[in-house]
Nanobody, 120 residues
Framework: QVQLVESGGGLVQAGGSLTLSCAASGTILSIVRMGWWRQAPGKERELVASINSGGATDYADSVKGRFTISRLTAKNTVHLQLNNLQRDDTDVYYC??????????????WGQGTQVTVSS
């Protein structure tokens, strides 16, 4: 069984910063990639940023230069630093991990979501 636990969401003024963290635990053989997605009510979930096992990162165009994803491999933890937050960044943010629980068996796992609210 695998569990992703997120922390760090909250309310911040426009221009401010937050750090989101996500820790994966359970029966984990190896992690392919971890990432953060966000979803507003009535909209599809969109990828914000991801980082793979080699350290390569990918960002949505809307957050490039403002958000930074990093990973502590030994602790199966991923962080997302959110700087210069704007009102459009208000969403529920979800951590995800694609990982192997045994050789040849991988799956995608999701956290419960953490709310980020940016006020003007």
């Amino acid at each position: 069984q695998v569990q992703l636990v997120e922390s760090g969401g909250g309310l911040v003024q426009a221009g401010g910063s937050l750090t989101l963290s996500c820790a994966a635990s359970g029966t984990i053989l190896s992690i392919v990639r971890m990432g953060w997605w966000r979803q507003a009510p009535g909209k599809e979930r969109e990828l914000v940023a991801s980082i793979n096992s080699g350290g390569a990162t990918d960002y949505a165009d809307s957050v490039k230069g403002r958000f930074t994803i990093s990973r502590l491999t030994a602790k199966n933890t991923v962080h997302l630093q959110l700087n210069n937050l704007q009102r459009d960044d208000t969403d529920v943010y979800y951590c995800s991990a694609r990982l192997y629980t045994q050789p040849g068996l991988w799956d995608d796992y999701w956290g419960q979501g953490t709310q980020v609210t940016v006020s003007s």
